[in-house]
């Protein structure tokens, strides 16, 4: 091939010139500045090698990673975490404080086991802060009494998670697991207890139908296997009755007033009754005891006066006889010294008393013996 002297002049020109370029000055640590030389030659002096290059991505990849990934994970008391390795839960749930995981392979599921309510309610009476609390709302229950009439329930139910057997529970259930277990069994053993009875019987029976339901819902959950739920409390807040019943209740309770009123008026007239009759029977039984005191009286004294009579009757003999008659006569005689007018007459046989008679006035005077 023939060779282009030009060419050749213009490349070998271009040599020298280039030979002849001063070097650019260093600087202590031999390297050339940026304003001298090959700008795109400085730069690659500060690029590190291949090696340190692919240390450096993988560095700045696992930065990454972690700041999107977050392997890790806190856990706080009143929960527990359920790690699921490529899908699969393991049986020992973790408890409180720090977990590391393998992010794209492991999870951490956080469950809460703190007490946790259900109200069921016809109205919304919570907001959104109750159920960041573990407080949540259902529909009131609506129930079909024993003539078919429809009965409203609202009732609170609080419940806990096991927490040993939270992983197996997350497994069978999944995240919804309160809406699978406690809204169901809540529901269906109101249904079969309330069912029972007549609606107009529901409130004056309402104590015994809310023990009945805790009860019936204790023994129901219960029967799920590895005891997944703590049943805490049932509270029977309200029986919502058809307006038709609640008119017929109203009726009977007026009625039921209105008895109680005259059931009253009769038992205090009767009372009344019973107290005048006891006043009445009082003052007889008084007068009754104060006839009988006096006739005891009059007995007693008639019984004494008796006895004194026979005592006397039986101390008197013929000699005091004689003697009373000697001393009746002696006072005749003092009267006649007083007296010359009067008569006297002796009883037959001399017995006392004797009686005198004065002629003047005509007058009879007896003179007893002592």
């Known amino acids: 091939m ?168 997350i497994a069978v259930y999944g995240i919804s697991w309160e809406q699978k277990i406690i809204n169901p069994v809540v529901r269906d053993v109101v249904r079969s207890v309330v069912g029972r009875y007549p609606a107009e019987e529901l409130p004056t029976k309402r104590d015994d139908i809310a023990k009945e339901i805790a009860i019936n819902m204790e023994t129901e959950i219960r029967k799920f296997k590895n005891d997944p739920v703590t049943l805490t409390s049932v509270q029977l807040r309200e029986i919502v009755l058809p307006e038709k019943i609640k008119a017929q209740i109203e009726q009977v309770q007026v009625a039921r007033q209105e008895a109680e009123r005259v059931r009253y008026e009769v038992d205090r007239a009767k009372q009344e009754a019973e107290k005048v009759a006891a006043l009445a029977k009082g003052e007889a039984d008084a007068n009754r005891v104060k006839a009988q005191g006096v006739a005891d009286a009059i007995t007693i004294e008639a019984k004494a006066q008796s006895q004194a009579n026979k005592l006397i009757a039986d101390s008197l003999s013929q000699r005091l006889l004689e003697l009373r008659q000697i001393e009746v006569q002696g006072k005749f005689n003092e009267a006649l010294k007083e007296n010359t007018n009067a008569q006297i007459f002796l009883a037959p046989g001399g017995s006392v008393p004797n009686i005198w008679v004065d002629s003047k006035s005509k007058r009879q005077s007896t003179v007893g013996a002592q």
């Open 2 to 169: 023939p060779i282009d002297l030009n060419e050749h002049l213009k490349n070998k020109r271009a040599q020298m010139n280039n030979d002849k370029r001063p070097e650019p000055k260093r600087n202590d640590n031999n390297k050339p500045p940026f304003g001298g030389g090959n700008n795109f030659d400085n730069i690659g002096n500060f690029l590190p090698s291949g090696k340190k290059l692919a240390i450096l991505i993988i560095l700045v990849a696992i930065i990454l990673i972690l700041i999107i990934e977050r392997p890790f994970v806190i856990i706080n008391s009143g929960e527990v975490g359920i790690k699921a390795t490529t899908g699969k839960y393991e049986p020992t749930p973790l408890q409180p404080g720090l977990h590391f995981f393998i992010p794209f392979f492991q999870e951490v599921i956080v469950v809460d086991t703190r007490v946790r309510t259900i109200n069921f309610s016809r109205t919304e009476d919570m907001g959104a802060i109750a159920k960041n609390q573990g407080i949540f709302r259902n529909d009131a229950i609506s129930v079909l009494d024993s003539r078919g009439l429809t009965v409203s329930i609202e009732l609170t139910v609080q419940y806990q998670l096991n927490d040993a057997n939270a992983p197996l529970t």
